[in-house]
């Protein structure tokens, strides 16, 4: 069974560009939920998608966007970065959504330095 | 908004010593999942309670999920170096969506 794997692992940008973050699904699971650790806090949730939708969203601005594929697969889009971006961008997978929620399966997260 | 407050935030104990996390809401979750987190690593799940006032046990692990489901305790009889982490706790409203974290409290244990 393949686990959680995101892509890159480290990132550096420059305020004001844009990132495109991976996350590729643990086999057989079909939601995939992004949130978003700074450094010492718990991890704040970002959005939710479920057959290639969004489904539920937390509180952070549009320029954070996402995709969700037909393998299950996502990334996440966040524009117009800010210095306060910088955290550790973590992707879970999870499956049998419209059975009721299920355990989250992590990845190891994207580190994204903003300077 | 549902917040879940964790205390203590930091804590370095020894080998062998026993301690509590706790994690206080004032909203009622479905649901509420512990997690460990280790550097470098993403969240890894240990438990998850769902029953007003259960208790699950793993190992040395003792998880309680309080009568009204708005808060837990994770206890830790004889910690060990390979206890040493991030623990977090989660909880689920229930509709599948989203899981809201608390603050985190990190350990460590010495030799």
């Known amino acids: 069974e393949t686990g959680v794997t995101q892509s890159p692992t480290h990132l550096i940008k420059t305020r004001g560009q844009q990132v495109t973050l991976r996350c590729s699904s643990q086999s057989g699971h079909n939601t995939v939920s992004w949130y978003q650790q700074a450094l010492g806090q718990g991890p704040q949730f970002i959005f939710q998608y479920y057959r290639e939708e969004e489904n539920g969203r937390g509180n952070f601005p549009p320029r954070f966007s996402g995709l969700q594929f037909p393998n299950y697969s996502s990334e996440l889009n966040v524009n117009a970065l800010e210095l306060d971006d910088s955290a550790l961008y973590l992707c879970?997978?999870?499956?049998?959504?419209?059975?009721?929620?299920?355990?989250?399966?992590f990845g190891n997260g994207t580190r994204l330095t903003v300077t | 908004t549902q917040l879940l407050e964790q205390s203590p935030q930091f804590l370095s104990i020894q080998e062998g010593e026993n301690l509590t996390v706790y994690c206080n809401s004032s909203?009622?979750?479905?649901?509420l999942q512990w997690y460990r987190q280790e550097p470098g690593e993403g969240p890894v799940l240990l438990v998850t309670?769902?029953?007003?006032?259960e208790v699950k046990k793993l190992k040395r692990l003792t998880f309680q999920f309080g009568d009204a489901r708005k808060d837990s305790s994770l206890h830790i009889t004889a910690a060990q170096p390979g206890d040493t982490g991030l623990y977090l706790c989660a909880g689920d409203d229930g509709t599948a969506s989203k899981l809201t974290f608390g603050t985190g409290t990190r350990l460590q244990v010495t030799l």
């Open positions: 879970a997978s999870s499956r049998n959504r419209d059975r009721g929620s299920s355990p989250l399966h």
């Open positions: 309670v769902v029953t007003g006032g």
């Open positions: 909203s009622v979750f479905s649901s």
